[in-house]
């Protein structure tokens, strides 16, 4: 016995490593459907409202509940009522914008041109501007693109394209969050001074600011009561879109799944109300009012569009034989 025992040994070692080595390659050979949930049952735990939950490698656990109840709600909201009121928002303005072109035509300056400037904003008030626009125009195009992206854009480019462009739409969407904030902050800090609310503004806002009438100018200081108006939705709106904008980059800082839906819901709200309110202000800061842009680009303005937009901050600038760099004398220059 013990002799065939040790004529065979060098077999049973073999076997047994043989064993060994096959042993991981067989633990491989998983069934992928064997311990997952079929969709019929995911379907009907959708309809239903049931919690499905499974198991995930990422820091955030949450992250594995794939259907929790109320997500059909959520998924109601943002799939439908959040895309209708978006686009409605956006094609209501643009009709009222071009009603108003229609009816107004361009405010033109009624004294017309001077031939002198005056400096409206410096270097730090229109770097300061620029920033918070640039970023958010890239930031409202790429979100747009979340919203109505697969209706508009799929069509015109196709799919592969559709999708590297809105892989990168999503970077751009990311990154540009950080200069937006910063925008604000320096906008904030720059002009908050500026937008406290005055008694002239009462007076402004009677008339419109003669935006409905033809050579009404209401005297204004630096910023008018309309202006005072969207210094605060920008910076209250841009409030709410970087708070809750947060939470989209971050998704674990929101609490509850439940939370994060609800902060994305309200972001995009505001970014609605936001695109509303910035139209209006393009439109009336280029194509709506002759001399307006120049405050931004050059940072000068025609002396007769000063006086007649914003005649008490001439006074203040003039007047005193202060120019707006705080230089004496240098308020109002012959233009080039
Ligand atoms: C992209 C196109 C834009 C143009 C052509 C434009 C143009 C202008 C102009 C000309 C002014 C100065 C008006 C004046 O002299 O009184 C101004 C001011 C201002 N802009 Fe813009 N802007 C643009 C985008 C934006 C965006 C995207 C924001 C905010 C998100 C913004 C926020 C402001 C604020 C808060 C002021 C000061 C208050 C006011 O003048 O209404 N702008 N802009």
């Known amino acids: 016995m013990l002799k065939t025992l040790i004529s065979r040994l060098p077999m049973l070692v073999l076997l047994a490593s043989l064993t060994t080595l096959a042993a991981p390659a067989a633990q491989a050979q998983v069934n992928p459907t064997a311990s997952s949930v079929q969709e019929q049952e995911l379907m009907r735990a959708l309809q239903t409202g049931d919690f499905v939950a499974g198991r995930v490698s990422i820091p955030d656990e949450r992250a594995g509940a794939l259907i929790k109840p109320g997500n059909k709600g959520w998924a109601g909201i943002q799939g439908t009522t959040l895309r209708v009121i978006s686009v409605a928002a956006v094609l209501v303005t643009l009709t009222i914008l071009a009603a108003f072109y229609a009816y107004r035509g361009r405010i033109r300056i ?3 041109f001077s031939g002198r400037v005056i400096e409206r904003f410096d270097g730090i008030e229109r770097f300061g501007h620029w920033l918070l626009a640039c970023s958010f125009v890239v930031l409202a195009l790429t ?3 979340f919203v109505v992206g697969r209706w508009t854009l799929l069509p015109l480019v196709g799919e592969d394209t559709f999708g590297t462009l ?3 739409f999503k970077l751009a969407h990311n990154f540009m969050a950080w200069p937006f904030m910063l925008g604000l902050v320096w906008v904030f800090v720059t002009w908050v001074g500026r937008n406290l609310p005055s008694k002239v503004d009462v007076n402004w806002l009677k008339v419109a600011g003669g935006l409905f009438t033809r050579g009404l100018h209401p005297p204004a200081g ?10 605060w939705m920008v910076i209250l709106g841009g409030v709410g879109l970087s708070y809750t904008g947060v939470f989209m980059l971050f998704p674990w800082l929101a609490g509850s799944p439940a939370e994060w ?3 994305q819901v309200i972001h995009a709200l505001f970014a609605a109300f936001m695109s509303v309110v910035i139209f ?5 800061g280029s194509l709506g009012m002759q001399g307006a ?7 000068k303005v025609d002396l007769n569009w000063a006086k007649e937009h914003h005649s008490l901050w001439v006074e203040e600038e003039v007047g005193h034989g202060k120019g707006a760099a705080g230089k004496p004398g240098a308020a109002a220059t012959p233009a080039e």
């Open 110 to 112: 009624d004294s017309g």
């Open 143 to 145: 979100g747009l693109n």
């Open 166 to 168: 809105s892989a990168w």
């Open 222 to 231: 630096k910023f008018n009561a309309g202006q005072k108006l969207l210094f």
């Open 261 to 263: 839906q609800t902060y």
């Open 280 to 284: 209006g202000h393009i439109y009336i």
């Open 293 to 299: 842009f120049s405050a931004m680009g050059s940072g």
